[in-house]
């Protein structure tokens, strides 16, 4: 420990912590001290009365949490909230969403990005990941405003080669961007528009560099039907034949995931995860699922997520988590699963491992980066305080963040944004709606056909 000055001390607070086994506790009464970036202490408030520090933030009444991860969304997206309502998976997809994303600029893009990293740091999401097209446009913007991020330029096999070499390029240009805060990954969109040639030379890439694997599979139930009678295998199964589930990858939704499929997952040579938004298979009325139990059992990690807010409406990973655990009682018919303590170790520790960085993310403790949110529950809707887990989960909700933390920088503070302008992009992207809309060429950047 440093005479010097920390760069940050949080005092006042509870903090959620993970004992030596995994299981949520919390210290009341407790302190953070920040310095370069990284947790130096968790401690007790009287301990650092004294202790100097540039900032401080006096926490009484909150609770101190990692910040969420979002692990699976299309940030830019948020351009799009809205526009496709209350329609089957085909026509959202063919009539409306792919149509107008054939009209998508860098600008469009860029514009979306900020706007959802606004979104999602006032909703105490401090790293996603993303995975789209024009992906230079959100990288700088991560840098910009602060946040963390996992990032993967998304591609189709319509694209010809090129699609998978620009996601290489990608992916080898940004990793360790933005002082660390970027990560990066290989993004092929799914098994249904890349092909098995295009999957198995993506898992070569990604062995080749180093790099992780980031797709959509077996999204829905219809999606492992239909990949049963043309082709014999589920999409978990065209995964492992083309060597994908060799790397490690992070696999969207799954809701689709099969009996069959969970021997082949559990076997698989690389680390494997899944990323659940279960908002969006509640609008598409999809009739299962991510297994999140089925999961569990074989020691495969779930992470929460959102989807796009083209689907979800949403980047609120809070509701992410509430609904996860409310789902999961339905489901299985066992109000036992999930806890709400299980609850909060799929919004912390474990999707940070499911974006893999499950050793520097996800705990409050030395050592860690500081991605740190504090919840304030003096609010009427959260009092009185039984179950404090309980009360994160089914009674607060995100705006109940005030403040948010990345690498130790303060991104919101008592409910200020501090690195975005909203308005000023909420008004540029309205001048660009018109255009951005338009369907009358009759163009779709892709086909869904499952």
């Known amino acids: 420990m440093t005479d010097a000055p920390a760069d940050l001390i949080i005092t006042g607070c509870t903090v959620l912590v993970h004992d030596d086994q995994e299981r949520i506790g919390f210290e009341e009464d407790a302190a953070i001290v920040v310095r370069d970036g990284v947790v130096e202490s968790v401690t007790t408030a009287a301990e650092v009365e004294q202790r100097p520090g540039i900032d401080r933030i006096d926490a009484r009444g909150q609770v101190a949490m990692p910040g969420l991860v979002n692990c699976h969304t299309h940030a830019p997206m948020v351009t799009l909230r809205g526009v496709a309502e209350d329609l089957p998976t085909e026509e959202w997809f063919n009539d409306v969403v792919w149509p107008i994303e054939s009209n998508l600029t860098e600008k469009d893009v860029e514009l979306g990005a900020r706007l959802a990293c606004a979104e999602m740091i006032r909703g105490g999401v401090t790293c996603f990941a993303d995975h789209y097209f024009s992906m230079d446009a959100v990288a700088a913007v991560v840098e910009e405003c602060g946040i963390r991020a996992h990032l993967g330029e998304a591609y189709f096999s319509s694209q010809g080669p090129r699609g998978r070499e620009k996601s290489l390029e990608f992916a080898l240009r940004h990793r360790g961007g933005a002082g660390g805060r970027i990560t990066t990954t290989l993004a092929p969109h799914a098994p249904y528009t890349v092909d098995d040639a295009d999957l ?150 474990q999707s940070a491992r499911a974006v893999g960085q499950g050793d520097t993310l996800g705990r409050i403790e030395p050592g860690r980066r500081a991605d740190i949110i504090l919840v304030d529950l003096t609010g009427p809707h959260t009092q009185p305080v039984h179950d404090l887990a309980a009360t994160l989960v089914h009674s607060a909700r995100s705006s109940d963040v005030r403040t948010t933390i990345v690498d130790g920088r303060i991104l919101m503070r008592d409910r200020e944004l501090l690195t975005i302008d909203v308005p000023a992009v909420v008004g540029e992207l309205g001048e660009r709606m018109p ?12 086909d869904y056909d499952t």
Do not use: C
């Open 200 to 349: 198995a030379a993506t898992a070569e890439l990604a062995r080749a560099h180093g790099l992780p694997v980031h797709l959509h599979a077996s999204e829905n139930r219809d999606q492992a039907e239909t990949s049963l009678a043309r082709h014999g295998v589920t999409p978990i199964e065209v995964l492992q034949r083309t060597g994908i589930l060799d790397t490690d990858v992070l696999i969207a939704h799954g809701s689709g995931i099969l009996d069959r499929d969970l021997p082949v997952l559990a076997s698989a040579d690389g680390r494997t995860a899944v990323a659940t938004a279960p908002r969006g298979y509640l609008k598409f009325a999809w009739p299962t699922t991510t297994p999140v139990r089925a999961l569990h059992d074989i020691g495969v990690p779930v992470g929460l997520a959102t989807d796009g807010a083209a689907s979800n409406n949403s980047l609120d990973v809070w509701e992410s988590m509430a609904l996860t655990a409310l789902i999961q009682k339905s489901t299985t018919g066992d109000p036992r699963w999930l806890t709400s303590r299980q609850a909060l170790h799929h919004a912390t520790l």
């Open 435 to 446: 255009a951005l809309l338009d369907r009358s060429h009759g163009k779709r950047i892709q």
